[in-house]
């Protein structure tokens, strides 16, 4: 039996246009979030008479719009990329996030992954060469499109096969 290990190659990484289109739909998603949230919170306060919104509010006000928002995108994306290994814009735009090896990466990698998009310009950081964002280099994760992974994979692995005599 082989042991050969699968290494993600550059080819799969997801294209720039497409980690845009990740991020403008994530964007719109939280906000979204953040709407229901504050929906359901009025809602709650009004069946069990509660003064919930007001303790919201004074929440919100004290987080300031960009606070607020960025707490419900933390939680979003540890979260999506925690049990989906992608997020709802990289689900539309059939991008997930992988290890070197092209697998799902752990629970404490993805905690790393979205604490490192509290670093401050981490959303330009994929001007620079090497085509991954801080979070991604950081964290050691890739970005990469889903079904080219699985066929890159799939060829490998049976690739590895050939020559393998059956136990059988």
């Known amino acids: 039996m082989s042991n050969s290990i699968y290494v993600l190659e550059k080819k799969l990484l997801t294209s720039d246009r497409d980690r845009f289109f990740n991020c403008i739909i994530d964007f719109f998603f939280i906000l979204m979030m953040i709407f229901i949230f ?38 979003y994306y540890l979260v999506f990329e925690s049990f989906f290994g992608r997020t709802i814009g990289k689900i539309i735009t059939g991008s997930v996030v992988a290890n070197e090896n092209g697998l799902k990466p752990s629970f404490g990698v993805i905690c790393i992954r979205t604490l490192c998009r509290l670093i401050p310009f981490d959303a330009l950081s994929f001007l ?3 085509e991954r ?17 699985e066929k890159d994979m799939e060829i490998f692995y049976s690739l590895n096969l050939i020559g393998v005599n059956d136990a059988n």
């Open 128 to 130: 620079g060469k090497s």
């Open 133 to 149: 964002m801080w979070h991604d280099s950081i964290s050691k994760t890739y970005v990469v499109e889903k079904k080219e992974l």
């Open 38 to 75: 504050t929906l359901l919170v009025v809602i709650i306060g009004n069946i069990f008479q509660l003064d919930v919104y007001r303790m919201w509010l004074e929440i919100m006000t004290a987080l300031g719009v960009f606070g607020t928002y960025l707490s419900f995108a933390m939680f």
